[in-house]
Nanobody, 117 residues
């Protein structure tokens, strides 16, 4: 079993920045991929960014150039740096990790990000 705990959400003004972190209860070395998803009210959950075990990344078109995903296998964390935030980035952001060893995905409980003036 793997627990994922997100932190770093909150209220920020448009144009501001936030950094989300996700801490895993075990080594993430084999997690492939790890990702951040978000779900806004009335909308389906969408992939925001993902990072593979060999550090390849991909992003939703809506966040390219503004968000950066990273992972630190020594600290068992994956982070999402969010810059130039917009009102439409408001959502619950959740961390996910796929462990091929266990053949399943694990999810955190989510953290609220609200972009408003």
């Amino acid at each position: 079993q793997v627990q994922l705990v997100e932190s770093g959400g909150g209220l920020v003004q448009p144009g501001g920045s936030l950094r989300l972190s996700c801490a895993a209860s075990r080594s993430i070395f084999s997690a492939n991929p790890m990702g951040w998803y978000r779900q806004a009210p009335g909308k389906e959950r969408e992939l925001v960014a993902a990072i593979t075990s060999d550090f390849r990344t991909n992003y939703a078109d809506s966040v390219k150039g503004r968000f950066t995903i990273s992972r630190d296998n020594t600290k068992n964390t994956v982070s999402l740096q969010m810059n130039s935030l917009k009102a439409e980035d408001t959502a619950v952001y959740s961390c996910s990790a796929h462990f091929p060893l266990f053949g399943k995905d694990y999810w955190g409980q989510g953290t609220q990000v609200t972009v408003a003036s």
